[in-house]
């Protein structure tokens, strides 16, 4: 069975920091692209950040600079390294995980992050 589970999530301050973990199990996890979206309330989901196997990275201009993505091949997790957050940076994180050949997607049921006073 396909499992990716995140977790890190929570409130804190602006200007604070957060790392998210997602760790997967039943798949080929070096096979994988692995990435984190994020949904706000009443906005579409969007790609936070990218990584390859091939340890290439992209990340949404919003985040760049800021965040750093991760992965661990060896323990078949990934993570998101979350620095001075912004209160639009609350929404709930979705971990993803894209099959580079076959191209399909498995994504994990989220975790909350709210930035807030």
């Known amino acids: 069975q396909v499992q990716l589970v995140e977790s890190g999530g929570g409130l804190v301050q602006p200007g604070g920091s957060l790392r998210l973990s997602c760790a997967v199990s039943?798949?080929?996890?070096?096979?994988?692209?692995m990435a984190w979206y994020r949904q706000a309330p009443g906005k579409q989901r969007e790609l936070v950040a990218r990584l390859t196997p091939g340890g290439t990275t992209n990340y949404a201009d919003s985040v760049k600079g800021r965040f750093t993505i991760s992965r661990d091949n060896a323990k078949s997790t990934v993570s998101l390294q979350m620095n001075s957050l912004k209160p639009e940076d609350t929404a709930v994180y979705y971990c993803?995980?894209?099959?580079?050949?076959?191209?399909?997607?498995?994504w994990g049921r989220g975790t909350q992050v709210a930035v807030s006073a």
């Open positions: 993803n995980a894209r099959q580079i050949w076959t191209k399909v997607d498995t």
């Open positions: 039943g798949i080929i996890f070096r096979d994988n692209t």
